[in-house]
């Protein structure tokens, strides 16, 4: 098994930036993919970023291409989430995920372990 504890979130005002960070543990070693979703009340979780753990592939939805970069320090096992010039619409609980298998897919049900969430406010 692999938990996944996300921080980082917060209020922030419109135009800001903010840096989410997942920290993993348990069977880490069998991590092949981590990735980021995020979802607001009565929508569907969204896809936002996700990386291969020991490569360097990278995926993101056009929504949030350029304002939106992931990352990892396999040394800390720890991804990571920076959001800068964020607009209200970003306000969400976001929620690190990753995945067994190869492959860097953007259904969240490919993702076999999540973490809780961290709420992300962006007040206009």
């Known amino acids: 098994q692999v938990q996944l504890m996300e921080s980082g979130g917060g209020l922030v005002q419109t135009g800001g930036s903010l840096r989410l960070s997942c920290a993993a543990s348990?069977?880490?070693?069998?991590?092949?993919?981590m990735g980021w979703f995020r979802q607001a009340p009565g929508k569907e979780r969204e896809f936002l970023a996700a990386?291969?753990?020991?490569?360097?592939?990278?995926r993101y939805p056009s929504s949030v291409r350029g304002r939106f970069t992931i990352s990892r320090d396999n040394a800390k096992n720890t991804l990571y989430l920076q959001m800068n010039s964020l607009k209200p619409e970003d306000t969400a609980v976001y929620l690190c995920?990753?995945?067994?298998?190869?492959?860097?897919?953007?259904?969240?049900?490919?993702?076999?372990?999540w973490g809780q969430g961290t709420q992300v406010t962006v007040s206009s």
């Open positions: 990386i291969e753990w020991i490569g360097t592939y990278t």
């Open positions: 995920a990753a995945r067994d298998r190869v492959g860097v897919p953007s259904t969240p049900t490919a993702y076999n372990f």
């Open positions: 348990g069977r880490t070693v069998s991590i092949s993919v």
